[in-house]
């Protein structure tokens, strides 16, 4: 098997501080944990931004310019920014700090989608901010915007016009027609990274043969070129992350994607899921790609070429 490439998601649009005093907020909290995270093995971070005031997930230039130079000045990872930001915004306030920071590597969502959070909100009696519970208990009438139009914006001002190479995150099968339609128009070209995302209420479920199945209608549409990782949410990250690693595929974890590090027990860093993760993997003999190993494996630009 190839070198198995693993992905942090650092902190996110998903989670809220009051579920874990752990979760990275600030700019010096978010810059610490990903270059732990990178030191621990981790190839590639995910990365959103933070209001470090409200804690509410931020489109501001300046909350990402805070942390991503000394991020790339501190460790060789490969920075990872997503275009998703959260599904309250506006799709020129999700791409304001990618389209100016130009990283080597940005998420693209590959379908609208139901992104329905509000469970949740029934297991937290502790709110740190008073946005937190109004905003998962409306997440019952929330759509996540990413029509076709959307993603070949996305695709043609990160892609085209700044060299990034993407992290297509498809929630479903129908997500992965959706990139096989961007590729046949010869907006996306190989070798694809494609993020199998399981858990998300409104997306496909945390089931072993989901993911089976992922893989089968990957391998019909795109063959032998591209690559697939997996991240799962909350208690399913662990068992379907390692599944991904055992079928020759490459993982994802994070504090974005589940708080804890087993059952009932808070994960205290981002570092701590990333050394789990890569104790599993290597168990199973893979091999963990360094920084320069991820850039070759997906044909990145180099980080030298980044605006940061």
Known sequence: MSRILITCAI????????????LPVTADEIT???????????????????????GRPSAEIGHFMGFLPRIKQSCEAVLNLSTGGSAVMTL???LA?????????CSLNMGTMNFALYPAADRISDWKHDWEEPFLRGSDDLVFKNTPRDMALILGEMGTKRGARFEFEVYDVGHLYMLRHFVDRGLVQGPLFIQF????LG???????????MKTVADKLFGQDYLFSVL????????????????GGHVRVGLEDSLMISRGVLARSN??????IRRIVEDLGREVASPGEARAMLGLKGADRTAF
Do not use: C
């Open 197 to 200: 995302v399981f858990g998300v």
């Open 97 to 105: 700090a990618p389209k100016q920071a130009a990283p080597e590597m």
């Open 11 to 22: 902190t996110g649009s998903i989670h809220t501080p009051s579920m874990s005093p752990y």
């Open 92 to 94: 020129d306030q999700r």
């Open 232 to 247: 799962a949410a909350g208690r399913h990250q662990i068992p379907l992350v390692t599944m991904a690693a055992a079928m």
């Open 32 to 54: 610490q944990q990903a270059v732990d995270a990178a030191d621990a093995g981790a190839a590639i971070l995910h990365l959103h931004a933070r209001d470090p005031e409200t």
């Open 203 to 213: 997306g496909i479920g945390p089931d072993p043969e989901n993911l089976m199945h």
């Open 271 to 276: 570092a701590e899921q990333v050394r789990k």
